[in-house]
């Protein structure tokens, strides 16, 4: 955990991040790759991914006992490398750690043929966190421009699994002017999911 480049696993609020990708699903107006290279003074660019076997060797150096949870988070989409995240939820689960995952929740879009919200849970996944991101389509499409139509209404039905599933979700908006904060709060009430807000570092 250095604050070089690459950053894989890094530290704050007494959890442990990771970082496995810079990939993403969507482009967001918001994201924090168009105004820095990360966070916490964090390098998160990747000149290339950490493989599964190399991530685990870097947690294996780590005493887990320090952390409250594990967050699968960083500059990109962890659900990209669904596989990496299954098999890393897994490791850190048999060791007794809350494993988190922060998503766009384009799952059924990247992968129809699976059944991702039991898979997570399989692995032992407690918290699903979804950027909710807006009250209706029209005005996802226009802050996150997804990579695929139908995006809004795939990420609430991967939202609906979750919470059939069992794992605990949580939808989350950033607070900008063209969100509407009670509608989208009206929204993870219908969901029986928890709701956050999240404020807007970049330029205005
Ligand atoms: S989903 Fe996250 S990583 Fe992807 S563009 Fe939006 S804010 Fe950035």
Redesign the pocket.
């Known amino acids: 955990m250095n604050k070089g480049n690459d950053t894989i696993i890094y530290t704050a609020h007494e959890n442990l991040y990771l970082n496995i990708t810079n990939r993403?699903?969507?482009?967001?107006v918001?994201?924090?790759?168009r105004y820095s290279d990360g966070v916490y003074g964090y390098n998160l660019r990747l000149s290339r991914e950490p493989t599964l076997s190399g991530i685990i060797n870097e947690l294996s150096k780590i005493d887990l006992s320090q952390y409250k949870e594990v967050v699968f988070t960083?500059?990109?989409?962890p659900l990209v490398r669904l596989d990496e995240v299954l098999g890393i939820t897994k490791w850190l689960t048999t060791r007794g750690m809350q494993v988190r995952l922060d998503?766009?929740g384009h799952a059924r879009i990247l992968y129809p043929d699976r059944n991702v919200a039991k898979e997570l849970a399989d692995a032992g996944m407690k918290i699903v966190s979804i950027?909710l991101?807006a009250q209706d389509e029209e005005t996802y499409n226009r802050l996150?421009s997804p990579k695929s139509r139908n995006s809004y209404i795939k990420m609430l039905e991967f939202a609906r699994e979750i919470f059939d599933a069992g794992m605990e979700l949580r939808f989350s908006v950033v607070n900008l002017p063209v969100v509407d904060i009670e509608k989208c709060r009206e929204i993870a009430k219908g969901y029986c999911a928890d709701f956050r807000v999240r404020g807007y570092g970049g330029p205005v």
């Open positions: 993403c699903t969507a482009e967001c918001f994201c924090i790759k960083g500059l990109g989409e998503t766009i950027s991101n996150c």
